[in-house]
């Protein structure tokens, strides 16, 4: 894993690390060829001219990619969701289902 990526999983509380580290194994077995960096403060998944970040921050978790175009489809299907302009809200605890984590990823 990528230094930055490391230490920015290992400044997290135990419960939200173990969520990211969830969320992180998804990308990696999803995004195989994927090149992991920091990008805004957060942990990015690169494949060609994408890209999806997991955001971690006080009060929620997200999972972010660079526009809203990538989200429609998500934000149909997915109602209920609460998302941003390119991003989904995953409440307090990162929660949210692997089904849904993967068909965003």
Same mark, same amino acid.
């Given at each position: 894993?990528?230094?930055? =990526?490391?230490?920015?999983? &290992?400044?997290?509380?135990?419960?939200?690390? *173990?969520?990211?580290?969830?969320?992180?194994?998804?990308? =990696?077995?999803?995004?195989?060829?994927?090149? =992991?960096?920091?990008? !805004?403060?957060?942990?990015? !998944?690169? =494949?060609?001219?994408?890209? /999806?970040?997991? *955001?971690?921050?006080?009060?929620?978790? &997200?999972?972010? +990619?660079?526009? !809203?175009?990538? /989200?429609? *489809?998500?934000?149909?299907?997915?109602?209920?969701?609460?998302?941003?302009?390119?991003?989904?809200?995953?409440? *307090?605890?990162?929660?949210?289902?692997? +089904?849904?984590?993967?068909?965003?990823?």
């Amino acid at each position: 894993m990528n230094p930055e =990526v490391e230490a920015c999983f &290992s400044a997290l509380r135990p419960r939200r690390k *173990a969520r990211m580290n969830e969320l992180q194994g998804l990308k =990696v077995e999803l995004l195989p060829g994927a090149i =992991v960096d920091m990008h !805004y403060r957060m942990p990015t !998944y690169r =494949v060609g001219d994408g890209r /999806i970040a997991i *955001a971690s921050q006080k009060n929620f978790g &997200s999972l972010c +990619t660079c526009g !809203y175009h990538h /989200i429609e *489809a998500f934000r149909a299907n997915h109602p209920r969701i609460e998302t941003g302009r390119g991003c989904n809200n995953l409440g *307090a605890s990162i929660s949210g289902t692997e +089904t849904t984590c993967r068909s965003r990823i």
